[in-house]
């Protein structure tokens, strides 16, 4: 809970501010780690696939420290991702996490959450000057095409619930966020944190 609170305090001061960037961390004959930090954008799938290639005769441990970025970039991470499961661990770092559309991308690999680390899901809102703008249903029927893949259909449906309940009480501060200690429904104010059974 007390990781919660500082995450919400750094989200409030300012998430990162830069591209994406892809660290590689350290190689063996058996794992590649590398350190996802910025901002989730298009040219980041290129990327990610180059470190997936170049290494493909390893495992890679992909910690994600990001606060988001495009959606729609996010979507296409999860799929490249997607791609590699067999090989590729997501970890939900404990710099800062890995939310909206980096969340998105962290359930491309096989998921993990570092201790102190989190995962934060919202839906779309209306942003006039930045896709999706604000007809929000593409973006929105795409999001819950990968919540069913990855969770089943009833929790799933259960999830668009809690993000539309999130949504409709907080607007753009409105979240789903996975801990490793359990699921809850928060505002990045830091005003409301309740516990979720998902």
């Known amino acids: 809970m007390r990781h919660i609170i500082t995450i919400l305090i750094a989200l409030m001061i ?3 501010s830069h591209a994406g960037d892809f660290k ?3 190689v063996d004959s058996e794992w590649v780690t590398v350190t996802y930090t910025g901002t989730i954008d298009f040219k980041d799938e290129a990327k990610f ?16 420290d990001s606060g988001g970025g495009y959606a729609w970039a996010g979507i296409d991470l999860y799929y490249a991702a997607r791609e590699y499961r067999d090989r590729l661990h997501t970890v939900a770092g404990y710099d800062f996490g890995a939310w909206s559309a980096a969340a ?9 959450i570092a201790e102190g680390g989190l995962v934060g899901f919202h839906l779309a809102y209306c942003n006039a000057y930045n896709p999706p703008g604000c ?7 795409a999001m819950m095409l990968i919540f ?6 009833k929790r799933a449906w259960d999830m668009r619930d809690a993000l539309e309940w999130a949504r409709g009480m907080f607007g753009v501060s409105g979240w789903v966020a996975f801990t490793k200690d ?4 928060i505002d990045t104010s830091g005003t409301y944190i309740e516990e979720y059974l998902f």
């Open 148 to 153: 069913e893949m990855e969770f089943g259909c």
């Open 49 to 64: 696939r180059w470190i997936m290639d170049t290494f493909k005769d390893q495992k890679v441990m992909l910690f994600i």
């Open 24 to 26: 590689i961390d350290s």
């Open 14 to 16: 300012g998430g990162a």
């Open 104 to 112: 998105l991308f962290w359930l491309g690999g096989k998921q993990h």
């Open 135 to 141: 007809d929000t249903k593409d973006i929105d029927a």
């Open 182 to 185: 359990g699921t809850y429904l």
